[in-house]
C-alpha cells in the first residue's frame, strides 16, 4: 500500500558527508512522522532521527550535532545529511514512515524502506 524508495547510500572516508533521501508513495492519506533508523552487523536496528508532520524532531545522541533530518512535505520526501561521519556510523540505514492510510476508517500503517548501507572506512 505504501512504497518507499532510498537513495544516497556510499562508502566514504571518515570525516566526509552522505546526504540520504527517501521518497514515500501509494494509499497515503496524511504522513505522520519519516525517520531513519539503522542496523550494524551483530546490533539491533536503532533510532538515528525522526521528523513529525509538525516538524517535531527526535535525534539518537550519537549523531546529535553532526546529522540532520529534514522534510519535504508535499513530496513525502525525508531527508538526512550526515557530517563527520565516523567508522561506528557504518550501517545499513532503513527509512521509516508512519501514516494514515487512505482507505477506510483511515487506519494507521508502519512502513519500511528496503534499507541503504552506508560505509566509513577509517
Known amino acids: 500500500q505504501v512504497q518507499l524508495v532510498e537513495s544516497g547510500g556510499g562508502l566514504v572516508q571518515a570525516g566526509e558527508s552522505l546526504r540520504l533521501s527517501c521518497t514515500a508513495s501509494g494509499s497515503i492519506f496524511s504522513t505522520i512522522a519519516m525517520g531513519w533508523y539503522r542496523q550494524a552487523p551483530g546490533k539491533n536496528r536503532e533510532l538515528v532521527a525522526t521528523i513529525t508532520s509538525s516538524g517535531d524532531i527526535v535525534y539518537a545522541g550519537s549523531v546529535s550535532g553532526r546529522f540532520t533530518v529534514s522534510r519535504d512535505n508535499g513530496e513525502n520526501t525525508v531527508h538526512l545529511q550526515m557530517n563527520s561521519l565516523k567508522p561506528e556510523d557504518t550501517a545499513v540505514y532503513y527509512c521509516?514512515?508512519?501514516?494514515?492510510?487512505?482507505?477506510?476508517?483511515?487506519?494507521?500503517?508502519?512502513?519500511w524502506g528496503q534499507g541503504t548501507q552506508v560505509t566509513v572506512s577509517s
Open positions: 521509516n514512515t508512519k501514516v494514515r492510510l487512505a482507505t477506510a476508517l483511515r487506519p494507521l500503517g508502519d512502513y
